[in-house]
């Protein structure tokens, strides 16, 4: 494994398996808190005084307060969605486009693949995006929140390298026999490139799902928030979820207002937690192929 | 800000060109329009991609031109009188607002670089260092994680921990210890947002190292051990050298970043501490224009900061030649 290093003396490990003990600490403690507050009761919120982080009695009914219909409810639903439809546009339009300059003898392939690079240096001003958001009629619309990140010009040249390191042999011979460029596309080129599609996908995917810069600029409507900004709003601004916001739920058997706030930061974090082990061995791979051999 | 890629990852360096690909070139010098029928696949297949591309990264330069007008919504932008430099007035006079988020951002992005930038580079030599593969594993998974979490969750992460009511003040407070004052304190708020960068990337940003350093030839380490050097020496003398290039690499892109600073980190608290210690130049734009209405101004400094920052990619990537290194591209 550590071919040629020199082994470290007992002490020097100890001190490493220390530093990296608490650096997984730092980033896991968190994590159980606020689940364990989550799910905590009003009695033990109130005598922890607010953040509980070994429950003795746990109850699920901060989420089905969330869940039950109500303005958390409506912006996972949006959240979702975004995010389905965003990934989904945004995988077929770069794996195209990736594909489009794939081939550096091919026409236009020169101007194209230029526009592309350039975009990589600057990224537009904030007034003007919104502008071209405004003119085009996309504000206040979902669109607003998918068509202008729906492409990311590293993700393509990522692709793109990832497309030219293909076995040619494969695609050669799949011409001979009769394939032309998009069953190639189809049936052997995307098929190849499983893993680092998933990767590029999880790219896309969480920052649909994170994004909060978007939203606030391209929104005005409330009613369309998507979680990121529920978030802000009741979590860290500390708004108060009353029954108003919550469907269904009377006022006696309301669950403790920090519950309510970590249940919906659970709520926010766990698809990101449920996707991540799958992609995650892919990572090394499939990210470092455009960055480092570029 | 734009959904997908992390600040961490690189941009890829000079595209290489494939060697002679296209295994039905009919001749040499196909007429035009023939090599366009050949390759009508791959053009279309380009379209959408490039089409939103120009749509909302090239189309939206255009509207910088509102920095030179008096811009009114209703007018419109192409109604609105040309004003010349006015809207730049902010900048020249020093205006006192201005000078404060440029201030707040040059200082921030000061921590970034010699705060925030080492650490992945100590953590990855650490990593590397881990004889069993498993652990190395499972230790990478978990700092990778923050990454892929929201800027608004990560905040309201360090209010549970660090805040008035939160984790750490409780215990504190539980054993009759003097409470600390951080989430709501302007003075800490830089430090605060270098730890929060810290907690959220520092794992992430070592993926590049880790794999540069699994690239260094075992048998410079062997022989390095034969001339005597022990383990530090060997760090020094034959990893570090093997990391000089990303190394290079991320810095360069980090300086062309210099007057960038998480809009989506900043905003959500800037109502805790106040805009005095918290405004850098990207909120300045957001709150100057889109909220309070004064476009032109708005508009001016977001050009004025897009073309610092693309000048300085250049410089750097030039300072980087004279050294020798590669840096992102290569003229």
Same mark, same amino acid.
């Given at each position: 494994?550590?071919?040629?290093?020199?082994?470290?003396?007992?002490?020097?490990?100890?001190?490493?398996?220390?530093?990296?003990?608490?650096?997984?600490?730092?980033?896991?403690?968190?994590?159980?808190?606020?689940?364990?507050?989550?799910?905590?009761?009003?009695?033990?919120?109130? #005598?922890?005084?607010?953040?509980?982080?070994?429950?003795?009695?746990?109850?699920?009914?901060?989420?089905?307060?969330?869940?039950?219909?109500?303005?958390?409810?409506?912006?996972?639903?949006?959240?979702?969605?975004?995010?389905?439809?965003?990934?989904?546009?945004?995988?077929?339009?770069?794996?195209?486009?990736?594909?489009?300059?794939? !081939?550096?003898?091919?026409?236009?392939?020169?101007?194209?693949?230029?526009?592309?690079?350039?975009?990589?240096?600057?990224?537009?001003?904030?007034?003007?995006?919104?502008?071209?958001?405004?003119?085009?009629?996309?504000?206040?619309?979902?669109?607003?929140?998918?068509?202008?990140?729906?492409?990311?010009?590293?993700?393509?040249?990522?692709?793109?390298?990832?497309?030219?390191?293909?076995? !040619?042999?494969?695609?050669?011979?799949?011409?001979?026999?009769?394939?032309?460029?998009?069953?190639?596309?189809?049936?052997?080129?995307?098929?190849?490139?499983?893993?680092?599609?998933?990767?590029?996908?999880?790219?896309?995917?969480?920052?649909? =799902?994170?994004?909060?810069?978007?939203?606030?600029?391209?929104?005005?409507?409330?009613?369309?928030?998507?979680?990121?900004?529920?978030?802000?709003?009741?979590?860290?601004?500390?708004?108060?979820?009353?029954?108003?916001?919550?469907?269904?739920?009377?006022?006696?058997?309301?669950?403790?207002?920090?519950?309510?706030?970590?249940?919906?930061?659970?709520?926010?974090?766990?698809?990101?937690?449920?996707?991540?082990?799958?992609?995650?061995?892919?990572?090394?791979?499939?990210?470092?192929?455009?960055?480092?051999?570029? | 800000?734009?959904?997908?890629?992390?600040?961490?990852?690189?941009?890829?360096?000079?595209?290489?060109?494939?060697?002679?690909?296209?295994?039905?070139?009919?001749?040499?010098?196909?007429?035009? =329009? #023939?090599?366009?029928?050949?390759?009508?696949?791959?053009?279309?297949?380009?379209?959408?991609?490039?089409?939103?591309?120009?749509?909302?990264?090239?189309?939206?330069?255009?509207?910088?031109?509102?920095?030179?007008?008096?811009?009114?919504?209703?007018?419109?932008?192409?109604?609105?009188?040309?004003?010349?430099?006015?809207?730049?007035?902010?900048?020249?006079?020093?205006?006192?607002?201005?000078?404060?988020?440029?201030?707040?951002?040059?200082?921030?992005?000061?921590?970034?670089?010699?705060?925030?930038?080492?650490?992945?580079?100590?953590?990855?030599?650490?990593?590397?260092?881990?004889?069993?593969?498993?652990?190395?594993?499972?230790?990478?998974?978990?700092?990778?994680?923050?990454?892929?979490?929201? =800027?608004?969750?990560?905040?309201?992460?360090?209010?549970?921990?660090?805040?008035?009511?939160?984790?750490?003040?409780?215990?504190?407070?539980?054993?009759?210890?003097?409470?600390?004052?951080?989430?709501?304190?302007?003075?800490?708020?830089?430090?605060?947002?270098?730890?929060?960068?810290?907690?959220?990337?520092?794992?992430?940003?070592?993926?590049?190292?880790?794999?540069?350093?699994?690239?260094?030839?075992?048998?410079?380490?062997?022989?390095?051990?034969?001339?005597?050097?022990?383990?530090? #020496?060997?760090?020094?003398?034959?990893?570090?050298?093997?990391? #000089?290039?990303?190394?290079?690499?991320?810095?360069?892109?980090?300086?062309?970043?210099?007057?960038?600073?998480?809009?989506?980190?900043?905003?959500?608290?800037?109502?805790?501490?106040?805009?005095?210690?918290?405004?850098?130049?990207?909120?300045?734009?957001?709150?100057?224009?889109?909220?309070?209405?004064?476009?032109?101004?708005?508009?001016?400094?977001?050009?004025?900061?897009?073309?610092?920052?693309?000048?300085?990619?250049?410089?750097?990537?030039?300072?980087?030649?004279?050294?020798?290194?590669?840096?992102?591209?290569?003229?």
């Amino acid at each position: 494994m550590n071919g040629g290093l020199v082994a470290a003396t007992r002490p020097a490990r100890a001190v490493k398996a220390v530093v990296l003990l608490v650096c997984c600490a730092i980033v896991i403690v968190p994590f159980i808190g606020i689940v364990a507050t989550s799910l905590s009761t009003r009695d033990e919120v109130v #005598r922890s005084g607010g953040f509980v982080m070994f429950p003795s009695k746990i109850t699920f009914g901060a989420y089905q307060a969330i869940l039950s219909g109500g303005v958390v409810t409506r912006a996972t639903v949006v959240s979702v969605a975004v995010t389905g439809v965003g990934t989904l546009i945004s995988l077929v339009s770069t794996s195209l486009l990736s594909y489009g300059l794939s !081939r550096s003898r091919s026409t236009l392939h020169k101007p194209l693949l230029m526009l592309v690079l350039f975009a990589l240096l600057f990224t537009p001003g904030i007034i003007p995006s919104y502008l071209v958001v405004k003119t085009l009629g996309l504000y206040d619309s979902y669109w607003s929140l998918i068509l202008p990140v729906a492409i990311n010009a590293f993700n393509v040249i990522v692709l793109r390298a990832f497309f030219m390191e293909l076995p !040619r042999e494969i695609v050669d011979s799949a011409r001979i026999d009769g394939a032309g460029d998009f069953a190639i596309l189809w049936r052997i080129v995307l098929p190849m490139s499983k893993a680092v599609l998933a990767v590029i996908g999880l790219f896309y995917a969480v920052g649909y =799902w994170n994004s909060f810069f978007t939203p606030l600029l391209y929104l005005q409507d409330n009613a369309k928030w998507p979680l990121q900004l529920v978030l802000r709003t009741y979590v860290v601004n500390q708004t108060n979820l009353g029954v108003d916001q919550l469907g269904g739920i009377g006022g006696a058997q309301l669950p403790p207002e920090q519950a309510l706030e970590m249940a919906i930061l659970v709520l926010s974090i766990i698809p990101i937690l449920l996707v991540y082990p799958f992609v995650q061995r892919h990572f090394s791979r499939g990210v470092l192929i455009g960055a480092v051999k570029g | 800000m734009r959904a997908g890629l992390p600040q961490a990852t690189v941009a890829p360096g000079p595209v290489r060109e494939a060697t002679p690909e296209h295994p039905r070139v009919p001749t040499p010098r196909a007429s035009w =329009w #023939r090599r366009l029928l050949r390759d009508k696949v791959l053009i279309l297949a380009a379209v959408p991609g490039i089409g939103l591309l120009l749509l909302f990264q090239y189309f939206p330069l255009l509207g910088n031109v509102i920095a030179f007008k008096d811009y009114e919504p209703f007018i419109g932008i192409l109604q609105s009188p040309w004003v010349g430099l006015t809207n730049f007035a902010v900048i020249f006079d020093g205006d006192p607002a201005f000078l404060n988020a440029l201030g707040n951002t040059l200082i921030i992005t000061l921590l970034q670089v010699l705060v925030v930038f080492p650490v992945p580079i100590g953590l990855a030599l650490l990593l590397d260092s881990l004889v069993s593969e498993r652990i190395k594993r499972i230790v990478q998974s978990v700092l990778y994680l923050p990454h892929f979490l929201s =800027w608004i969750i990560v905040i309201a992460i360090f209010q549970q921990m660090l805040g008035d009511a939160g984790f750490m003040n409780n215990f504190l407070r539980d054993h009759g210890l003097h409470t600390i004052s951080i989430i709501s304190n302007p003075d800490l708020f830089k430090l605060l947002v270098t730890g929060q960068v810290l907690w959220k990337d520092a794992g992430w940003a070592t993926i590049l190292f880790i794999a540069a350093l699994s690239r260094i030839d075992p048998t410079l380490y062997e022989a390095s051990a034969i001339d005597g050097a022990g383990r530090w #020496r060997q760090r020094w003398h034959v990893s570090l050298p093997g990391l #000089r290039s990303v190394i290079v690499l991320l810095l360069i892109l980090r300086l062309g970043q210099s007057l960038t600073f998480g809009f989506e980190q900043i905003i959500p608290q800037q109502q805790a501490v106040g805009v005095g210690a918290s405004e850098v130049l990207d909120t300045y734009v957001f709150n100057n224009g889109i909220i309070d209405g004064d476009w032109g101004t708005a508009a001016a400094v977001g050009l004025v900061k897009g073309v610092v920052g693309v000048v300085i990619v250049f410089v750097a990537n030039k300072v980087a030649h004279w050294f020798g290194e590669q840096g992102i591209y290569q003229s």
